[in-house]
């Protein structure tokens, strides 16, 4: 009985012990893109800091 009900309704979404989860593919992506943001915010802030040293107009603290 279980192998006709086999023939008939086979498993169609099958997944690789390797492949991610979609759930698992939609966080993995998420966090890439997050971590490309972050990565643009502070290469952004440095180089603010970094022209406000270079002209001068920086005051120093004690």
Known sequence: ???LSRRAF???DV???DALAP???ARSERRRQAD???AAAVHRARAERGAGYQDGSR???P
Do not use: K
Request: proline share 6%; no cysteine.
């Open 1 to 3: 009985m279980r192998e």
């Open 10 to 12: 086979p498993e169609t």
């Open 15 to 17: 997944v690789a012990d």
């Open 23 to 25: 759930i698992e593919r």
């Open 36 to 38: 490309v943001s972050h």
């Open 59 to 61: 005051a120093t603290t």
